[in-house]
């Protein structure tokens, strides 16, 4: 069975910082890739981030442009988020998605507040 768990969320203060980490088991991590979204209650899921399965190919949407990087550990069947300069309006529940398994975690949740 297809597993992605999501950890490093919190409470931060606006400018601060986190890493977000997606733990993977069940299928082939290295050969998939993998995003990050996002959701605030009441609102569909925004797609934050993505990276291809060798590396090489990132994006992030322009929101988080020069804050967000993602990630991954091929070895760890790991994908990370780091988070830099947090705003407020990043506060949401984030989650990773194993897009061509149409695979969801459970989600972590940020929150950014002072």
């Known amino acids: 069975q297809v597993h992605l768990v999501e950890s490093g969320g919190g409470l931060v203060q606006p400018g601060g910082s986190l890493m977000l980490s997606c733990v993977a088991s069940?299928?082939?991590?290295?050969?998939?890739?993998m995003n990050w979204y996002r959701q605030i209650p009441g609102k569909a899921r925004e797609l934050v981030a993505a990276i291809s399965s060798n590396e090489r190919d990132t994006v992030v949407v322009d929101s988080v442009k020069g804050r967000f990087t993602i990630s991954r550990d091929n070895s760890k069947n790991t994908v990370y988020l780091q988070m830099n300069n947090l705003e407020p309006s990043d506060t949401a529940m984030y989650y990773c998605?194993?897009?061509?398994?149409?695979?969801w975690g459970q989600g972590t949740q940020v929150t950014v507040s002072a």
């Open positions: 069940g299928f082939t991590f290295s050969t998939n890739s």
């Open positions: 998605q194993a897009p061509r398994l149409q695979a």
